[in-house]
Structures are given as C-alpha cells and as structure tokens.
C-alpha cells in the first residue's frame, strides 16, 4: 500500500497533470488509503498511459508517446464484452494500414478480487503445432499457447500462419478462447523487388502488434486488462520472428534460393539472406500500403527523442539491449551512446505480470 500512495503521490505531481485542481491529488490519496482503491477519470489514464509509454524503458518507439488513443472500457462486466472490446481495438488500431498507436483500458484491479484477464500475449499470434516427426508448423513461440486453445476445444487449420483465438480470463469464469474476426486481421504477403521466387515461399506477418499480457499501472492504480500498440519495426519480423532459429528459422530456405554458399559461417550466406528477408519486409509492407518503420528511421527517431527529455530536464530510462536493432546496429545512431538507467520500476509504466 505504501507503494500505491507513493505512486498516486508521484502521479498527480506530474507537470501533464499540472491543470487539475490540486485538490484532486489529495482527495484520490485519501480515498486510496482509505478504501484501498480510487476511480481515475479517462483523462487521468490518457495522460497516464502516454507517461507509461513514455517512461518504459524497452521501447524505442517512444517519440510518439503523445499520439496514444484510449480506448476505455472499464465499464465492461463480461468476457464477451471484453472480447468485442478487443476486436474494436483492432479495428481502430489497424485503421486501414495508417497504424494508430492505441491502448484499451478494461476495470481496474481491486485487491482481494479475482479480475478480467487476457492470457494470451498479443491478441494477433500464429499458431505453433508440434509435428509426430519433431518439426513444428507455425510459430514455435506459441506452441504453449496453442495447446492450450486446443484443450479449451480450438481446432486449427495447421496452416504455417493460423491466427490464435484471444484467451480471455474473466472473475467468475474459466478461461475461454474467442476466435478472432478475420477481416480485422490485416496481414502483409510477403515478396521480394529483386526476387520473383520470394512470394513462392509463402511468407507473411500481420501488421499490428499489439501486447496484452502486461498490466498498466498508474497513480497507484494497476490495470490488468490493458492490451496497448504501437507499428511494427521492421526488423522484429525480419530478424526476429521469420529468422531466429527457434522461431521461423526461414534464413536457411532463403540462402537456398538466392544461392548462397551454405559450407561455411564465414561465407556469411546467413547475413544476406537475412539482409534480403528484411528488405523484403519493408518493400512489402510499403507495397501494401501498411505503415511500419525501419530500424535505421526508428534509431534516429529514439535519439532524438532521448535529447529532447533530456533537453526538457526528464530522465528517460533506457536498456540499451532493446532499443538497438537485432541486425546492423552498429549502423545506427542507438548504438554509440549510453543513456539514463533501464529502471524499470518508474510509474507510470507497462508491467511484466508476474505470472507472464
Ligand atoms: N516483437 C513483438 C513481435 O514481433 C512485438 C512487440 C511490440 N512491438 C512494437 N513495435 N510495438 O511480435
């Protein structure tokens, strides 16, 4: 509880919340002290979810922190309603391909209560199905989550890339899986400018990441149905998602098809397939008129946002192992410089549930 008063404290002292009453900061403490809880109005959590955003020290997207949208659905009472929440956040989120940075809030924690949950960690993942023979089709990062729908009674096509159903907890219930509406799920075809065999290997990603699995914590208040996002970097599908061996693990393919001389790691056949697989996602996502960014325009945005807070006289926790790009950062302006402390215990901020 001390923790929670230091927090509601900290909150309204922020400069954003500088045009309220100063009687209103008294009032939530004494009420938070009182009845271990207080009712934040939606401008309250619009600014402090954009201070979340702003204060989270993993995120390199962080210069348009003042563009967040809320989406607020706490008066929801049922899992379907949080289900049809969470396709309305899609929905606007997506916006055609113009990504809009976007988080939806659901009822807040109140202590000693059971709450609304989603145990799935975005709501757009691909499935992972293990093989008899060992191989996994789809995305081996979901494997858990998958086995988990099909216990719950999803069945999947077992395509390469079916979409999961979101897994929605809720007080009074048991965790149920709502299939996600498939025309909100927009999704970019992968191809190659150079490379007419590229779109034979059947590649794509969908455009929105949205992460669901972290509680939102501000003015002492934790929100734990707050599924938030922001576009894509190129490179989280590029060099992470369609690449890392023990995710897609596409590079070997793609050296296969350019040619490459795969005897030897010296031969660098894995660095230009993954330059090219990257390059492709870029040229398609353009193509395709869905808006995400590079790693070279994402890194300048981050320092240039980094001098400004510093400029303005705010700190801006950083970890230096997240911001940078998983391929050429030395290439990027992120990676020749130090920055405040990666602290992670700032509010407000999005939070690592414990149990995630
Ligand atoms: N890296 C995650 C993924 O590829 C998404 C994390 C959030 N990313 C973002 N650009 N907001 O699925």
């Not at 391909?97 to 799935?120: L, W």
């Not at 008899?132 to 009674?153: M, Y």
């Not at 455009?207 to 599924?227: C, E, H, K, R, W």
Request: hydrophobic share 40%; charged share 25%.
């Amino acid at each position: 509880m001390e923790r929670r008063l230091r927090d509601c404290d900290e909150f309204f002292r922020y400069p954003e919340l500088g045009h309220l009453p100063a009687q209103r900061r008294l009032s939530a403490l004494a009420e938070l002290r009182e009845t271990g809880t207080y009712r934040q109005t939606a401008e309250e959590i619009l600014i402090g979810a954009k201070l979340a955003w702003r204060n989270h020290a993993r995120c390199v997207g962080r210069k348009h922190w003042r563009s967040l949208k809320l989406l607020d659905a706490r008066q929801v009472t049922s899992a379907d309603e949080l289900a049809g929440v969470c396709w309305e956040h899609l929905r606007l989120a997506t916006n055609g391909g113009a990504i809009q940075s976007m988080v939806t809030v659901g009822p807040q924690r109140v202590p000693g209560r059971r709450e609304f949950r989603i145990v799935s960690t975005q709501l757009i993942r691909y499935a992972g199905y293990r093989n008899g023979d060992g191989t996994v089709t789809g995305d081996p990062a979901n494997i858990a989550a998958t086995e988990q729908a099909q216990a719950l009674g999803w069945r999947g096509e077992r395509t390469p890339f079916d979409v999961l159903p979101v897994l929605i907890s809720a007080p009074d219930a048991e965790v149920r899986y709502f299939e996600v509406p498939r025309e909100l799920v927009r999704e970019v075809d992968l191809a190659h400018p150079d490379y007419p065999w590229f779109g034979s290997l059947g590649l794509k990603w969908h455009a929105l990441p949205a992460v669901s699995n972290m509680d939102l914590d501000i003015g002492g208040i934790t929100y734990p149905f707050a599924p938030f996002n922001g576009w894509y970097v190129g490179t989280e599908i590029g060099a992470r998602n369609l690449s890392d061996t023990d995710r897609y693990n596409m590079l070997p393919l793609i050296a296969d098809m350019m040619g490459l001389d795969t005897s030897s790691v010296r031969t660098l056949w894995r660095d230009k397939a993954l330059i090219e697989l990257n390059h492709a996602v870029l040229h398609s996502f353009r193509a395709a008129g869905v808006h995400l960014v590079d790693h070279h325009t994402v890194a300048k945005q981050f320092c240039d946002h980094a001098e400004r807070e510093a400029a303005a006289g705010r700190r801006c926790p950083t970890d230096w192992s997240w911001i940078n790009p998983p391929t050429s950062s030395g290439l990027t302006p992120t990676f020749h410089r130090y920055y405040d402390e990666p602290d992670l215990d700032v509010r407000p901020n999005f939070v690592k549930r414990a149990d995630a």
